[in-house]
């Protein structure tokens, strides 16, 4: 079982930067992909962005293309998200999600961060 702590949430002005964590407590991290979703009020939840577990590749959504980071430091165990530009589009309750690198879903799924944008 692995837990996955998300943190790193707030509220920031539109234009402004926040950087979020995704904290697991496995010791096999390294191992697995992991990608960062939300889920703005009244919406389906979305693919934001995602790091294979050898960070070799990073994939974006299209709406984050640009102004998001996504890395990870395996031995510290935690994937980062990194927001810049930041549009009230964005806020959402952001989740992170991690998969076993051979798998094709994302099994486990953190509790999610707040990121409030204000216009």
């Known amino acids: 079982q692995v837990q996955l702590v998300e943190s790193g949430g707030g509220l920031v002005q539109a234009g402004g930067s926040l950087s979020l964590s995704c904290a697991a407590s496995?010791?096999?991290?390294?191992?697995?992909?992991v990608a960062w979703f939300r889920q703005a009020p009244g919406k389906d939840r979305e693919f934001v962005a995602s790091i294979t577990w050898n960070a070799v590749n990073q994939y974006y959504a299209d709406a984050v293309k640009g102004r998001f980071t996504i890395s990870r430091h395996n031995a510290k165990n935690t994937v980062y998200l990194q927001m810049s530009s930041l549009k009230s589009e964005d806020t959402a309750v952001y989740y992170c999600?991690?998969?076993?690198?051979?798998?094709?879903?994302?099994?486990?799924w953190g509790q999610g961060t707040q990121v409030t944008v204000s216009s």
């Open positions: 999600a991690a998969g076993w690198k051979t798998g094709d879903d994302y099994a486990y």
């Open positions: 496995t010791r096999t991290f390294s191992g697995y992909n």
